[in-house]
């Protein structure tokens, strides 16, 4: 059985550029959940997919959209880069809409200068 | 709204000492209550969770956590810490029915001395 991976590792950006990060989920699971974790902070919610669908959206503008494909992998897009952008960025897949456990990825750090 | 706080930023403890990790949230149903371990560099692992039923939980790692709802806390314990358990540990609580919508707290770094 695959775990969630992501891609890719590192990332550096300069502001106002625009950047795709990439999550498979695990085999089985058709949710997909985005989290961003500042340095010294908890991850915090950006939004979930679910059969392809956004099932729920944090406190985050709209430059930072999203999508899933059919074989349930996931891609967050964020636009014009903001320093504050700079963060370690995760997904989590989960099983149905309602998953009761989520299983993480290793993350993929942005650093926007 | 809801919300998890981990009053405690840094804790260090001698390896074979106990240690308690605290945890409060705040949450407007019967909350999902979870505890994850983060090594450097890695993802989230899950050590344990609870939704109901018996309020003292036990996970992976020698871990366990006791469910306090008139106190509105989810505190994870070990008996005994062990040098591989140095890492950043976060509460999260989340609605029953997604847990992939969870709300984090701030994490507890977790120092472990010989």
């Known amino acids: 059985e695959t775990g969630v991976t992501q891609s890719p590792t590192h990332l550096i950006k300069t502001r106002g550029q625009q950047v795709t990060l990439r999550c498979s989920s695990q085999s089985g699971h058709n949710t997909v959940s985005w989290y961003q974790q500042a340095l010294g902070q908890g991850p915090q919610f950006i939004f979930q997919y679910y059969r392809e669908e956004e099932n729920g959206r944090g406190n985050f503008p709209p430059r930072f959209s999203g999508l899933q494909f059919p074989n349930y992998s996931s891609e967050l897009n964020v636009n014009a880069l903001e320093l504050d952008d700079s963060a370690l960025y995760l997904c989590?897949?989960?099983?149905?809409?309602?998953?009761?456990?989520?299983?993480f990825g290793p993350g993929t750090r942005l650093t926007v200068l | 709204a809801q919300s998890v706080t981990q009053p405690d930023i840094h804790i260090t403890v001698s390896e074979g000492a106990s240690l308690e990790l605290r945890c409060n949230y705040s949450y407007g149903a019967t909350p999902y209550l979870f505890w994850y371990v983060q090594s450097p560099g890695q993802g989230l692992q899950l050590l344990l969770k609870y939704f109901s039923g018996d309020t003292l939980v036990q996970g992976i790692k020698g871990f366990e956590a006791e469910f306090k709802r008139s106190q509105s806390s989810f505190n994870l314990r070990k008996p005994s810490v062990h040098w591989s358990d140095a890492a950043e540990y976060f509460c999260a609580v989340g609605p029953p029915t997604n847990a992939g919508k969870s709300t984090f707290g701030d994490g507890t770094t977790l120092t472990v001395k010989p």
């Open positions: 989590a897949s989960s099983s149905g809409g309602n998953g009761n456990e989520q299983f």
